[in-house]
């Protein structure tokens, strides 16, 4: 079964992994109906930096602002926003070549947040009157039009329009930057583009305040692989699997994980790479080869 760790192999070769599959290979994680969802940093690259540490510090401003604005604390709001991003702005000038896409993007979503809140509060509310549309109708208008965006960026995420998907989810998250699967989608699209470090940045929120979500874990795991963090990596798939054992790339994927491993987990990727053809997932020859080999040079000889 193709996934994104094997789409990983293809731009990090990792000693005792074998064949190389196909980049297109990640295309299973945008394939399913609707992506789930980007928001603190935990263990990201280079955390213990100082520029790290004030990221860190300016998404917990920005997260008290939106639990602000969700309870009607509209003015507290606001000003908890404009303070996050002066702080991502003040990070950006500071350390210009530290992830500066996710800051500057950080920034902007704060910053349009504090404005939208503010000319709400500017504009008079109409009075109220039997035809009026209640404030439910109009969020889920929203809420429909984001499901088609993801929808249609799923589809030129399958067809490799990286570009175009980019610029569409970009559009829905200047929109509304809270959605939950333009954010993992993005996250993927980053991915794809290599860009291992924005990925983790944008994905490893979703797994911290959703940590059902099965698509978000998938997509972190492989961003891991890629840039050498095996072990973030296995911590990953592992609590995939507690949410849900049957998915047959989960077991795939740590199978491959398990066998990069110093020294390799050889019994274990063998019980996961049995489970996942059990679940249907295809044969791979390459890891077959790794586990029979490393099975025979195990034996004493006699």
Same mark, same amino acid.
């Given at each position: 079964?193709?996934?994104?760790i094997n789409a990983v192999r293809t731009i990090r070769r990792v000693p005792a992994c074998g064949a190389i599959v196909a980049l297109a290979a990640m295309i299973w994680l945008v394939a399913g109906a609707g992506a789930q969802d980007m928001d603190r940093i935990r263990d990201a690259p280079a955390v213990g930096t100082p520029a790290a540490f004030r990221f860190r510090d300016a998404d917990s401003i920005r997260l008290e602002a939106d639990k602000a604005r969700d309870a009607g604390e509209t003015s507290k #709001?606001?000003?908890?926003? *404009? =303070? &996050?991003?002066?702080?991502?702005?003040?990070?950006?000038?500071?350390?210009?070549?530290?992830?500066? #896409?996710?800051?500057?993007? *950080? =920034? &902007?979503?704060?910053?349009?947040?504090?404005k939208r809140l503010s000319e709400e509060?500017?504009?008079p509310?109409?009075?109220?009157?039997?035809? &009026?549309?209640?404030?439910?109708?109009?969020?889920?208008?929203?809420d429909g039009l984001m499901r088609e965006l993801c929808a249609a960026a799923s589809l030129m995420l399958r067809s490799g329009q990286l570009s175009e998907a980019r610029a569409l989810l970009s559009r829905g998250l200047r929109t509304d930057p809270d959605n939950v699967s333009a954010r993992v989608l993005m996250g993927i699209v980053h991915c794809r583009e290599r860009g291992y470090d924005n990925a983790i940045f944008l994905l490893r929120p979703v797994v911290d305040e959703d940590g059902a979500n099965v698509k978000a874990r998938m997509a972190l795991a492989a961003a891991y692989y890629a840039v050498g963090r095996v072990l973030s990596a296995e911590s990953e798939l592992r609590r995939v699997l507690e949410t849900d054992e049957r998915v047959?790339?989960?077991?795939?994927?740590?199978?491959?994980?398990?066998?990069?491993?110093?020294?390799?987990?050889?019994?274990?990727a063998g019980r996961h790479y049995r489970r996942a053809l059990a679940l249907g997932a295809a044969a791979d020859k390459s890891i077959e080869a790794r586990l029979a080999g490393a099975g025979n040079a195990a034996k004493p000889a006699l």
């Open positions: 079964m193709s996934t994104l #709001a606001i000003q908890l926003y *404009r =303070a &996050a991003a002066e702080d991502y702005s003040r990070l950006l000038r500071d350390y210009p070549a530290w992830e500066p #896409a996710v800051t500057r993007f *950080r =920034a &902007a979503s704060c910053e349009n947040e504090a509060m500017s504009v509310k109409p009075p109220s009157s039997p035809s &009026a549309r209640p404030p439910a109708d109009v969020r889920a208008d929203s047959p790339e989960a077991h795939y994927n740590m199978a491959q994980v398990l066998l990069a491993m110093e020294p390799p987990d050889l019994a274990l």
